[in-house]
């Protein structure tokens, strides 16, 4: 079955204490994004990975960092939570010249 | 700025009944409009992709429209179903398409 996969789902952590959140995908999609959804913000774009060994910015990178290794593999990392990284993350992927981006199930993060 | 904003914030509707989602966006350059269905804590799925050259595209009872001159789409829904309730988001590519701008989200509340 063709997907995204996120893992964990749901973490409870502490201030300061570094954690990584898994993406996988198995459509061997060219392209994955990360995402953190807020209430009444909608989604924004952390960061971006066109292919292997190349990502970018989105609009709310601050405190985040990314790794594009593996075509399947595109890991979001925060090296100090902080509370105000309590959010919904998604992870996404798409085809290169195709339109339509496949999302994940979501972590739910929330930082004390 | 590239900015996505959609109307209204939330809507109620009875079940059988038709309703219309409005979205307004301010991207350059415009790549694609996408309109996603997400349930509560679960990932957005895509209802219709649109390019510029698109004014109008149906799934079921979904049927979008886009108006590139005046940035302005529509996601109708015919017959509504209990199941449609959810939130609908309006989502704007720029340039090669990798760059993503969301809009908030309508939630639509549908009633039996």
């Known amino acids: 079955e063709a997907q995204v996969t996120q893992n964990p789902r749901y973490l409870i952590t502490v201030t300061g204490k570094k954690l990584t959140v898994t993406c996988s995908q198995n459509?061997?999609?060219?392209?994955m994004s990360w995402y953190r959804q807020d209430p009444g913000l909608g989604l924004r774009q952390i960061y971006y990975?066109?292919?292997?060994?190349?990502?970018d910015k989105g609009d709310v990178p601050e405190g985040y960092k990314v790794s594009r290794k593996e075509k399947r593999n595109f890991p979001l990392i925060l090296e100090s939570p902080s509370p105000n990284q309590t959010s919904l993350y998604f992870c996404?992927?798409?085809?290169?010249?195709?339109?339509?981006?496949?999302f994940g199930p979501g972590t739910r993060l929330t930082v004390l | 700025k590239n900015q996505v904003e959609q109307s209204p914030q939330s809507l109620i509707i009875l079940e059988g009944k038709n309703c219309t989602l409005q979205?307004?966006?301010?991207?350059?350059?415009?790549?694609?409009l996408r309109w996603y269905k997400q349930d509560t804590g679960r990932g957005p799925v895509s209802l219709t992709i649109?390019?510029?050259?698109?004014n109008t595209k149906s799934n079921g009872r979904y049927t979008a429209t886009l108006d590139a001159d005046t940035k302005q789409s529509s996601l109708h829904i015919t017959a509504s179903q209990l199941s449609d309730s959810a939130s609908y988001i309006c989502?704007?590519?720029?340039?090669?398409?990798?760059?993503?701008?969301f809009g908030a989200g309508t939630r639509l509340f549908v009633k039996a």
């Open positions: 989502v704007v590519s720029a340039g090669r398409g990798f760059k993503t701008i």
């Open positions: 990975s066109m292919n292997v060994e190349v990502t």
């Open positions: 649109m390019t510029f050259s698109e």
């Open positions: 979205c307004n966006y301010t991207v350059s350059p415009f790549s694609n």
């Open positions: 996404a992927s798409q085809r290169e010249g195709y339109n339509e981006q496949f």
């Open positions: 459509m061997n999609h060219e392209y």
